[in-house]
């Protein structure tokens, strides 16, 4: 598995995340990353549980028959092309998973060799004493972003084994290809313009939330936290320095593919169930409750990110991009939590977009991580 696979040289034209609350895909016919197509499927409540342990697909038939629906939607492929399916002629597309399931990590070096099979055993054995899974059977990547003053830099992300199975499996059985897969919130800054200007930006659902602070194309700050109670809930918290987009196609397109494993293969949230009746559980009404009580958590971590934003540049922040399932408007109703003098606007704008590309049903919230993994 291959982030930028070399038989494409570049990313799928194809692009689908999978969270919690549903799956989405988009289509886009070049590098420029305009979306020609979207489409959202909703979960059902459960069927997907991010994390770092294995048991992420919940509900493997209804969350592979979503992945199909949303490609399908937008790839114009139906169910004529089940011959195609059969014959094992499936159709690349980018997979942008959860942060919850992923470690990203800043890492320093004295040196390292040039070669990735001689530089991933080390990268593997400093991750050993910082990631909460085994090191020895975790897909590993990384990129070295700078080397000065006899320091290098890089930055890793790995995820277990097992669980990437689970997602390259899930895509799989939907009638596609995995043929590149990307973090949430690294696919949706992949997709920023470069500004001079600092810009602060979260990625925020109704289990998690991961800020990051990026200027000039560097990623200053990226912290997640996961905000879930089930048994895969952690708590992780990273910052890093360091360029993006996580990788380019000369230095790091065979990460993936080079490696083989060494080893076998809080948060209280509302509980608006207990406080409505039977008829009106599972509606839109309990989702909004529940999204509003995720908004001043996610508000929380928007003030620790606003903090040292302020702290490192000497300048406090004026605009909060935001990308997820939440939403702009719903975080910007949040304001009284602490985001007080912060213009709250989507990452995706109208100019990312043909004109049609995107329905009520298809909020822009959802597209960041989508249209990021395209523009490449």
């Given at each position: 598995?291959?982030?930028?696979?070399?038989?494409?040289?570049?990313?799928?034209?194809?692009?689908?995340?999978?969270?919690?609350?549903?799956?989405?895909?988009?289509?886009?016919?070049?590098?420029?990353?305009?979306?020609?197509?979207?489409?959202?499927?909703?979960?059902?409540?459960?069927?997907?549980?991010?994390?770092?342990?294995?048991?992420?697909?919940?509900?493997?038939?209804?969350?592979?028959?979503?992945?199909?629906?949303?490609?399908?939607?937008?790839?114009?492929?139906?169910?004529?092309?089940?011959?195609?399916?059969?014959?094992?002629?499936?159709?690349?597309?980018?997979?942008?998973?959860?942060?919850?399931?992923?470690?990203?990590?800043?890492?320093?070096?004295?040196?390292?060799?040039?070669?990735?099979?001689?530089?991933?055993?080390?990268?593997r054995f400093r991750l050993k004493k910082l990631l909460p899974f085994d090191a020895d059977d975790a897909m590993?990547?990384?990129?070295?972003?700078?080397?000065?003053?006899?320091?290098?830099?890089?930055?890793?992300?790995?995820?277990?084994?097992?669980?990437?199975?689970?997602?390259?499996?899930?895509?799989?059985?939907?009638?596609?290809?995995?043929?590149?897969?990307?973090?949430?919130?690294?696919?949706?800054?992949?997709?920023?313009?470069?500004?001079?200007?600092?810009?602060?930006?979260?990625?925020?659902?109704?289990?998690?939330?991961?800020?990051?602070?990026?200027?000039?194309?560097?990623?200053?700050?990226?912290?997640?936290?996961?905000?879930?109670?089930?048994?895969?809930?952690?708590?992780?918290?990273?910052?890093?320095?360091?360029?993006?987009?996580?990788?380019?196609?000369?230095?790091?397109?065979?990460?993936?593919?080079?490696?083989?494993?060494?080893?076998?293969?809080?948060?209280?949230?509302?509980?608006?169930?207990?406080?409505?009746?039977?008829?009106?559980?599972?509606?839109?009404?309990?989702?909004?409750?529940?999204?509003?009580?995720?908004?001043?958590?996610?508000?929380?971590?928007?003030?620790?990110?606003?903090?040292?934003?302020?702290?490192?540049?000497?300048?406090?922040?004026?605009?909060?991009?935001?990308?997820?399932?939440?939403?702009?408007?719903?975080?910007?109703?949040?304001?009284?939590?602490?985001?007080?003098?912060?213009?709250?606007?989507?990452?995706?704008?109208?100019?990312?977009?043909?004109?049609?590309?995107?329905?009520?049903?298809?909020?822009?919230?959802?597209?960041?991580?989508?249209?990021?993994?395209?523009?490449?």
């Amino acid at each position: 598995m291959e982030i930028l696979p070399k038989t494409l040289g570049t990313r799928p034209r194809l692009a689908v995340e999978v969270r919690a609350e549903g799956v989405v895909a988009a289509r886009a016919e070049d590098a420029a990353a305009l979306l020609t197509s979207v489409a959202r499927v909703d979960l059902a409540s459960g069927a997907l549980a991010p994390g770092l342990k294995p048991g992420n697909v919940v509900d493997k038939t209804c969350v592979s028959l979503a992945v199909r629906k949303a490609l399908d939607a937008v790839s114009g492929r139906g169910s004529s092309d089940r011959a195609e399916r059969g014959a094992g002629r499936l159709r690349d597309v980018t997979l942008v998973v959860p942060d919850s399931a992923v470690r990203v990590l800043f890492l320093d070096f004295d040196q390292l060799p040039t070669k990735t099979v001689e530089a991933l055993p080390l990268v593997r054995f400093r991750l050993k004493k910082l990631l909460p899974f085994d090191a020895d059977d975790a897909m590993v990547s990384y990129q070295v972003m700078s080397n000065e003053k006899g320091t290098i830099k890089l930055l890793a992300v790995a995820i277990p084994k097992a669980v990437l199975e689970e997602y390259e499996a899930m895509v799989l059985a939907a009638g596609y290809l995995p043929g590149a897969v990307l973090p949430s919130t690294l696919a949706a800054l992949a997709g920023l313009d470069e500004t001079t200007s600092p810009v602060l930006v979260v990625n925020a659902g109704l289990g998690s939330v991961t800020t990051a602070i990026v200027q000039a194309g560097v990623l200053l700050l990226h912290r997640s936290v996961d905000m879930g109670a089930g048994p895969n809930a952690v708590a992780p918290i990273e910052l890093v320095e360091t360029s993006i987009p996580l990788v380019d196609r000369e230095s790091s397109a065979q990460e993936w593919a080079q490696q083989e494993p060494l080893g076998p293969g809080g948060w209280d949230r509302f509980d608006a169930h207990s406080e409505m009746p039977p008829s009106m559980l599972g509606t839109a009404l309990v989702r909004h409750i529940e999204a509003q009580a995720a908004a001043r958590e996610v508000a929380q971590a928007v003030s620790v990110a606003a903090a040292y934003f302020e702290d490192s540049l000497q300048t406090a922040p004026e605009q909060l991009l935001v990308a997820g399932t939440l939403g702009a408007d719903t975080l910007a109703e949040a304001g009284e939590y602490g985001l007080e003098g912060l213009r709250v606007r989507e990452l995706v704008d109208a100019g990312m977009m043909e004109a049609g590309a995107v329905t009520a049903s298809v909020p822009r919230g959802w597209l960041a991580g989508v249209r990021g993994a395209l523009k490449n």
